[in-house]
């Protein structure tokens, strides 16, 4: 099953959650400090893009995690 919609995007200058996105949409967002990612409690995340593992989300911190059940997609 495809990940398409796991994180939502904050924008830091308005203070509002924009929308869903992919990895691809978050790729091609042209100034990234702009906004964050946060998971669906209001946790940040980090994006990870290695060359060996396919590109995922994570909690910027690990403490967050404990408070969230795995998405589908984690799954």
Do not use: Q, W
Request: glycine letters at 2%.
């Amino acid at each position: 099953m495809e990940c398409l919609k796991c994180a939502l995007l904050f924008n830091k200058s308005t203070d509002e959650y924009i929308e869903d996105i992919d990895f691809d949409d978050y790729l091609n967002i042209e100034n990234k400090d702009l906004f964050k990612i946060k998971c669906f409690l209001n946790h940040d995340l980090v994006f990870c893009n290695g060359s060996v593992i396919k590109p995922y989300f994570r909690h910027k911190n690990s403490n967050d995690f404990n408070n969230c059940s795995m998405s589908k997609c984690h799954l």
